[in-house]
């Protein structure tokens, strides 16, 4: 299996090389723009960028490893990320990932992330890229079941 970004992908590609000063500064918006377009990074997105930034792999696949927003494996279910540092766990984090473990595990992979930079509006969690904040268990009712 190989990799190749889209064509609307590859025009954005190099828009952000016009952005950065330096190409390796282009791996982790690289490896975001891999993973929305294939829903992970596979080994051959990260040897694809690791090649076009002039990198070694093991920088690339060090980048990615060392995230917890990255997927490495494909899944099966949409994904809801809850944040678990430390405004959104005050602000009662530990209560909503508990309600979705128990209400919605079956439908969504639940996942605990660091930091997503939203913490003024904790607690925080994401579903398939997109913020939500200030969650209740509620608020993740009326989401989660919007179909």
């Known amino acids: ?3 190749a970004f889209t064509q609307e992908n590859t025009i954005r590609m ?11 500064a282009l791996s982790l918006p690289l490896l975001w723009l891999a993973q ?3 829903g992970y990074i596979s080994e051959e997105a990260m040897q694809y960028i690791s090649e076009f930034l002039e990198l070694p792999y093991m920088h690339i696949y060090g980048v990615a490893t060392f995230y917890t927003m990255f997927r490495l494996q494909k899944g099966d ?8 540092t430390l405004s959104c766990e005050l602000a ?3 209560e909503i990932k508990k309600y979705l473990k128990e209400n ?3 439908r969504y992979e639940i ?4 930091c997503m930079g939203a913490c003024s509006g904790a607690p925080m969690c994401t579903l398939d890229g997109k913020y939500f904040e200030n969650i209740t268990p509620e608020i993740l009712d009326e989401v989660l079941n919007a179909d």
């Open 104 to 106: 919605y595990s079956e």
């Open 1 to 3: 299996m190989s990799f």
């Open 111 to 114: 996942v605990e992330v660091e």
């Open 92 to 94: 009662g984090s530990e």
């Open 36 to 38: 929305k377009q294939e």
């Open 14 to 24: 190099a828009s952000l090389l016009n952005r950065y000063a330096q190409k390796k």
């Open 77 to 84: 279910k949409p994904i809801i990320e809850v944040c678990r």
